[in-house]
């Protein structure tokens, strides 16, 4: 994982933005190390609509596009500034004569569940640019018919908390904190209802949106299509932020997880609010996602990632805490293991070189030792068997010397013998 003092810009938006594009290339392939090459490539830095700094995109093997967004703090929830634009909004449609008074004050009355306001700091994560899509979802569920848009490949998948499961671990990604999802969809924005700012959306702006064309929705970190359709979040469900956590992870509870938009599905709308649900700051339970929930995927990069319980996404059927981790966890440390097996060769060919230097040494050493000791012994070795060869010599002469005296005895006897004989 990733440590501030590595990268100091990684950890602050502001840091981000202030950076020259050097500087951010630098950072992007600091990331791209830390990826490692199986799964993600770098792509480039890419900058959306009048975004005041490029992002960093980063293409996933099966996941398609992901930004890189820079971890920092915001304010999490329904500020005051966007409670002032709401109330300012309907009373525009009142003195239009336009009859909206349903759909402003339903979300006048739900601001409870988006308060507290509260600071969040959020460390960095590359989170996916679009919900994933059917075409994608065929790699992991190839029955797949979605119950929305049955088998047309570009659009949003509508998964149950099985299907959910089996994309986490074939993907090895995990599904957004709340705290992450808001803070990439609000793209830098400090205190506005929406993506793009305070405008509330009209006809003409869901359906630029839905159609995809060009790219031009993105908002400034690229997250495009925030709102539309049901997204699904680690965190399970509180009726406020009281005890929310500060720091980025997902508010772990029993029962329902959070959920994010939905606007789309209910598109044509019938002027009942639908666009309540585009809010950066609107939560919702997953049973408000009745054909299924859509999911942006993420992967973390803060140092303490390892750490918290991104994968529980249902408590009886989708419970992937031990499996996702593991996927997640091997998939994140591929690249810490290429460096450490990279270092331990670098290591290991620097020892055996230093080895047989000390080896070269120590048989020089060793053969001279061995040659003088062979000399001095040698010298004493040859004195002996000189002396050892004389006494033998000697020895050998001596018995030739009684070889002879004895002969001559026989042949004494023998003629002593025959003169007897006459």
Same mark, same amino acid.
């Given at each position: 994982?990733?440590?501030?003092?590595?990268?100091?810009?990684?950890?602050?938006?502001?840091?981000?933005?202030?950076?020259?594009?050097?500087?951010?290339?630098? +950072?992007? $392939?600091?990331?791209?190390?830390?990826?490692? %090459?199986?799964?993600?490539?770098?792509?480039?830095?890419?900058?959306?609509?009048?975004?005041?700094?490029?992002?960093?995109?980063?293409?996933?093997?099966?996941?398609?596009?992901?930004?890189?967004?820079?971890?920092?703090?915001?304010?999490?929830?329904?500020?005051?500034?966007?409670?002032?634009?709401?109330?300012?909004?309907?009373?525009?449609?009142?003195?239009?004569?336009?009859?909206?008074? #349903?759909?402003?004050?339903?979300?006048?009355?739900?601001?409870? #569940?988006?308060?507290?306001? &509260? $600071?969040?700091?959020?460390?960095?994560?590359?989170?996916?640019?679009?919900?994933?899509?059917? %075409? #994608?979802?065929?790699?992991?569920?190839?029955?797949?018919?979605?119950?929305?848009?049955?088998?047309?490949?570009?659009?949003?998948?509508?998964?149950?908390?099985?299907?959910?499961?089996?994309?986490?671990?074939?993907?090895?990604?995990? +599904?957004?904190?709340? @705290?992450?999802?808001?803070?990439?969809?609000? /793209?830098?924005?400090?205190?506005?209802?929406?993506?793009?700012?305070?405008?509330?959306?009209?006809?003409?702006?869901?359906?630029?949106?839905?159609?995809?064309?060009?790219?031009?929705?993105?908002?400034?970190?690229?997250?495009?299509?925030?709102?539309?359709?049901?997204?699904? *979040?680690?965190?399970?469900?509180?009726? &406020?932020?009281?005890?929310?956590?500060?720091?980025? =992870?997902?508010?772990?509870?029993?029962?329902?997880?959070?959920?994010?938009?939905?606007?789309?599905?209910?598109?044509?709308?019938?002027? *009942?609010?639908?666009?309540?649900?585009?809010? *950066? =700051?609107?939560?919702?339970?997953?049973?408000?996602?009745?054909? /299924?929930?859509?999911?942006?995927?993420?992967?973390?990069?803060?140092? &303490?990632?390892?750490?918290?319980?991104?994968?529980?996404?249902?408590?009886?059927? *989708?419970?992937?805490?031990?499996?996702?981790?593991?996927?997640?966890?091997?998939?994140?440390?591929?690249?810490?293991?290429?460096?450490?097996?990279?270092?331990?060769?670098?290591?290991?060919? =620097?020892?055996?070189?230093?080895?047989?230097?000390?080896?070269? @040494?120590?048989?020089?050493?060793?053969?001279?030792?061995?040659?003088?000791? @062979?000399?001095?012994?040698?010298?004493?070795?040859?004195?002996?068997?000189?002396?050892?060869?004389?006494?033998?010599?000697?020895?050998?002469? !001596?018995?030739?010397?009684?070889? #002879?005296?004895?002969?001559?005895?026989?042949? !004494?006897?023998?003629?002593?013998? @025959?003169?007897?004989?006459?």
């Amino acid at each position: 994982m990733l440590h501030v003092a590595a990268g100091p810009e990684l950890f602050d938006h502001t840091l981000w933005a202030a950076a020259t594009d050097e500087r951010r290339e630098e +950072l992007a $392939r600091l990331v791209a190390a830390e990826l490692g %090459g199986e799964f993600f490539k770098y792509e480039g830095l890419r900058r959306y609509g009048q975004a005041s700094a490029p992002v960093a995109v980063f293409v996933h093997a099966t996941v398609g596009e992901l930004s890189l967004v820079p971890g920092g703090g915001f304010d999490m929830g329904l500020s005051p500034e966007e409670e002032a634009a709401i109330r300012a909004a309907r009373d525009r449609a009142e003195a239009a004569a336009e009859d909206f008074d #349903q759909e402003f004050d339903l979300l006048l009355s739900e601001i409870g #569940q988006m308060r507290p306001l &509260h $600071r969040v700091v959020v460390p960095p994560f590359l989170i996916a640019q679009r919900v994933l899509s059917v %075409g #994608q979802a065929l790699r992991w569920l190839p029955n797949l018919r979605d119950p929305l848009y049955g088998h047309v490949p570009k659009a949003p998948a509508h998964l149950n908390p099985e299907q959910i499961t089996a994309v986490l671990l074939g993907t090895a990604l995990r +599904l957004p904190a709340e @705290a992450e999802l808001e803070y990439a969809a609000r /793209g830098g924005l400090h205190r506005r209802l929406l993506p793009w700012g305070d405008a509330l959306p009209d006809d003409a702006t869901i359906e630029a949106m839905l159609a995809d064309e060009d790219g031009s929705t993105h908002n400034a970190f690229g997250l495009h299509g925030y709102g539309l359709y049901p997204e699904l *979040c680690a965190d399970h469900w509180h009726e &406020h932020y009281s005890g929310a956590p500060d720091d980025g =992870a997902p508010w772990p509870g029993a029962g329902m997880h959070v959920v994010r938009g939905g606007a789309g599905d209910c598109y044509p709308w019938q002027a *009942c609010g639908e666009w309540n649900l585009m809010l *950066c =700051a609107m939560r919702m339970t997953e049973r408000a996602a009745e054909f /299924g929930a859509s999911i942006r995927l993420v992967h973390g990069l803060g140092e &303490h990632e390892e750490f918290y319980n991104f994968y529980n996404v249902s408590e009886e059927t *989708c419970d992937v805490k031990g499996a996702g981790r593991k996927a997640a966890k091997k998939s994140r440390a591929r690249a810490g293991a290429k460096k450490a097996a990279a270092k331990k060769a670098a290591t290991k060919s =620097a020892t055996t070189k230093k080895v047989a230097k000390a080896k070269s @040494a120590d048989k020089g050493a060793t053969k001279k030792a061995l040659t003088k000791k @062979a000399a001095a012994t040698k010298s004493p070795d040859k004195a002996a068997t000189k002396k050892a060869a004389t006494k033998t010599t000697a020895k050998k002469a !001596a018995t030739k010397k009684a070889a #002879q005296s004895k002969s001559a005895k026989k042949v !004494a006897v023998k003629k002593k013998s @025959a003169k007897k004989l006459r």
